[in-house]
């Protein structure tokens, strides 16, 4: 589905609004066996007409992943999706057959572009994956899917997840 992005001189004329702190705490729960998540815009079965992004960003999720559990294989598209591992780890796999750990105090970018599909589960060894997401659209269309990673500390070459 093709949803209208919001222009540059729309995004300038959001100077100037007023920011509240949502703290994770406060934010809408979604609670499975597998996944306790917060989210700070409305986001599948929850849903509030009033908080349905900001500007072009979408999602912002607060997300608790049990042991071997994760997101199952999904598509996107034209989407700008950040992933920040707190503790654990997650493997994230893409359709074209890419795919890696994100460890702890990684974050990785991921532009959906035209299209394609990723899962993401955590394989760690020890306590659950905390991680932050976000998602907003893209303000060019169709571009080529690509994915980066950057790391906030050094890591050892074969270092596996907790
Ligand atoms: O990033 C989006 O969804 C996700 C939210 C999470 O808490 C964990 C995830 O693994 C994902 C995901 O991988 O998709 C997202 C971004 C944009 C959008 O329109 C969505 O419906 C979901």
Request: aromatic share 6%.
């Amino acid at each position: 589905m093709w949803r209208k992005l919001p222009s540059a001189s729309k995004a300038e004329a959001l100077e100037g609004t007023m920011l509240a702190v949502r703290k994770s705490a406060e934010c809408a729960r979604t609670k499975l066996d597998w996944l306790e998540s917060r989210h700070t815009f409305s986001f599948d079965r929850y849903r509030d007409p009033a908080s349905m992004g900001f500007s072009v960003l979408r999602v912002i999720n607060d997300d608790r992943i049990s042991l071997g559990a994760g997101f199952p294989t999904h598509p996107h598209r034209n989407m700008e999706i950040l992933t920040w591992v707190l503790s654990g780890g997650l493997e994230h796999r893409e359709s074209s057959e890419n795919g890696w750990r994100i460890r702890p105090e990684e974050a990785q970018r991921m532009t959906a572009g035209r299209g394609g599909t990723h899962s993401e589960f955590h394989p760690g060894r020890a306590s659950r994956c905390t991680c932050c997401k976000s998602g907003s659209f893209s303000l060019t269309r169709a571009s080529c899917p690509t994915t980066s990673s950057a790391a906030s500390r050094k890591q050892n070459v074969g270092e596996e997840c907790a």
